[in-house]
Every structure is written in structure tokens, then in C-alpha cells.
């Protein structure tokens, strides 16, 4: 089914010149695109006030050169992240089904955070100081994409283990398509500030997460809590899914690295095939050696290297 697409060009957040598919329509250029599933679409919330108002104003352009960073990044990433999850698990959009990918930039005031709200992505601005725009980072745009698939497949609650696990397998996620490090924001946050992150895979005590069950936090179940500490505890899990995929030792356990493409297969068939609302640390144990042995069989390295990584964070 070829699909006539039009290209357009722009300049991201960080000034990084990139191409994406536009629609031509009475004269202007649109940040839409059809020919992936039900379409990629990029909107400008600038003047909106109550979500009732979202997604916003189609982003356009009177050429198919656009101008608003925020808005070709949401745009661009969020055609690379389709990519991913299309070509390399087999899945047409958040929905398995080919639902449209809807975006919208610049909302709030000085917003210093970016989330799926069920039906969109949502991304603000920053202050300047913590965050540039958040759509500016690839790994962000990976990151609230999958809340998406995940609200769609396990639908892990989003409080407590579970939510610890909603969060982590958005970091997983995010950073295999950020394929180049295992930080998690690190181009958008504290832009006067190089070489920092907002999350690390490979050291979460390095942004105050814990790294073993043993260190989890209890906090109350409550927006102030952080849902009982789901970007928080997030870490342990973090660090069990980075050991999995390039090995080392942690509190005294080796575990042998299998690769970063074998562990996104693993947590992609855990996360639609075996985890659940509910599902606890332990449940992610025992979802990842059942997706482990699916794939590579119960004898494989890869099973070992699962049950060493989350024994190395202290989960059995
Ligand atoms: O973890 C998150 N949301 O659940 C973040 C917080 C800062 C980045 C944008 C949104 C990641
Ligand atoms: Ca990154
Ligand atoms: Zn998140």
C-alpha cells in the first residue's frame, strides 16, 4: 500500500536538524502523518487551559519547514518510537491495533514534566532550569509511549511494586530505544548542567533510587507519596533489566550479559503476556524466566541471566 509522503524538515530542541512525514492541505503544511497505523499527529497547546481543551491546534507551517522545536522532536521521536515497537516487536502502535499517536507541546506554564493521559502525550516546556522541553529527549518520548502500551497490555496499577514496575518498564523501553546509554532524560534535564541525568539504569543510587530490595522505600500510597514511591523504586527493577542486558556483578552476584536486544524481547513478551495489574517484584521474576524460556529455553544462558539479575537486586 504505498502511501504518497510528503517530507517535511525542522530543527529539534537541541538545534539537530532532522526530516519527518507532514500533510499538505489548503495551502499549508501539517505535522501529520498517515503512513504510519492511524497516524502520527503534533499539536501546539499553547493557549490551552483545561485538559478539556487538548490536544490543541495542529502544528502547521506555510512551508514544510517547521520552526518549533518542541513540536518537530514530539513529532520525530514519536515516528522513531512507532518504528521500534513496529519492526522490532511486531506491534502497529500503542494498541497492537494501529491507534493514532496524538502529541501535544508547550503545555502548561514552564512545565518540568511530560505523561500519557490515557489518550495523548502530553509535554511541557520545562523552566529552563530543570528541563528544556521535555519532547526534546528520545528516551522521554520511549518512555511515555509505553505507559501507552502498557496501559493497554499488563495495565500495572500505578501505585506501589506494580506502579514501580508501570514506571521501569517505561525506563526499559525508552532507553532501548535511546539505544545509546542507559540514562534516562539526560538531553533535556538541567540544560546549564552537562553530563547529568534525571535517572540512571546502570546506577540508580547515582539520582537517589535504590538499587537492591533491600533498600525499597515505603512511602504513603498518595500523589506526595509518589504512589508509594513509583519513580523511586523504580531503580531496582532498573537495575535488574541493565544487568540482564550487559552483565557484572552486583552485591556479589555475577550475572552474564545476554545484550540489550534479547532483554527488550524478554520484557516485551513478559509485559504482554504475563504480567498483570497486581504484579509484584516477584511476579517480574517469575514473568521474565517464563518469557526467557519461551525464547531461548529453560536450559539457555538467557533464563540463568534472568534469575542472577533479579537475585542480584534481591528478588526471588
Ligand atoms: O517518569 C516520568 N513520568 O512518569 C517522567 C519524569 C521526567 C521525565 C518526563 C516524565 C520522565
Ligand atoms: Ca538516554
Ligand atoms: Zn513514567
Known amino acids: 500500500n504505498t502511501v504518497h509522503q510528503l517530507t517535511g524538515s525542522g530543527r529539534g530542541v537541541l538545534g539537530d ?10 495551502g499549508k503544511y501539517y505535522l501529520k502523518g498517515t503512513s504510519r497505523g492511524g497516524g502520527i499527529k503534533t499539536y501546539n497547546a499553547y493557549h490551552v487551559i483545561y485538559e478539556s481543551q487538548l490536544p490543541g491546534t495542529m502544528v502547521s507551517s506555510k512551508t514544510n519547514y517547521f520552526l518549533d522545536g518542541a513540536a518537530v522532536d514530539a513529532h520525530a521521536y514519536a515516528e522513531k518510537v512507532y518504528d521500534y515497537f513496529k519492526n522490532v516487536h511486531g506491534r502497529n502502535s500503542y494498541d497492537g491495533n494501529g491507534a493514532p499517536v496524538i502529541s501535544s507541546v508547550h503545555v502548561g506554564r514552564n512545565w518540568n514534566n511530560a505523561a500519557w493521559i490515557g489518550t495523548q502525550m502530553v509535554y511541557g516546556d520545562g523552566d529552563g532550569i530543570v528541563f528544556r522541553p521535555l519532547s526534546g529527549a528520545l528516551d522521554v518520548v520511549g518512555h511515555e509511549l509505553t505507559h501507552a502500551i502498557t496501559e493497554k497490555t499488563a495495565n500495572l496499577e500505578y501505585h506501589n511494586e506494580s506502579g514501580a514496575l508501570n514506571e521501569s518498564i517505561s525506563d526499559i523501553f525508552g532507553a532501548m530505544v535511546d539505544s545509546g546509554d542507559w540514562l534516562l532524560g539526560e538531553d533535556v534535564y538541567t540544560p546549564k548542567q552537562s553530563g547529568d541525568a534525571f535517572r540512571s539504569m546502570s546506577n540508580p543510587t547515582q539520582y537517589d533510587q ?3 530490595y533491600s533498600r525499597y522505600v515505603r512511602l504513603p500510597d498518595t500523589p506526595d507519596g509518589d504512589y508509594g514511591g513509583v519513580h523511586i523504586n523504580s531503580g531496582i527493577n532498573n537495575k535488574a533489566a541493565y544487568l540482564l542486558a550487559e552483565g557484572g556483578t552486583h552485591y556479589g552476584v ?4 545476554i545484550g540489550r536486544a534479547k532483554t527488550a524481547k524478554i520484557y516485551y513478551r513478559a509485559l504482554t ?5 497486581r504484579s509484584t517484584f516477584a511476579d517480574m521474576r517469575q514473568a521474565a524466566i517464563k518469557a526467557a524460556t519461551d525464547l531461548y529455553g529453560s536450559a539457555s544462558q538467557e533464563v540463568q541471566s534472568v534469575k542472577n539479575a533479579y537475585s542480584a537486586v534481591g528478588v526471588y
Open 17 to 26: 536538524r532532522k526530516t519527518f512525514e507532514v500533510d499538505h492541505k489548503y
Open 210 to 212: 535504590p538499587d537492591h
Open 273 to 277: 503476556l504475563y504480567l498483570t495489574s
Open 254 to 257: 555475577n550475572v552474564t550479559g
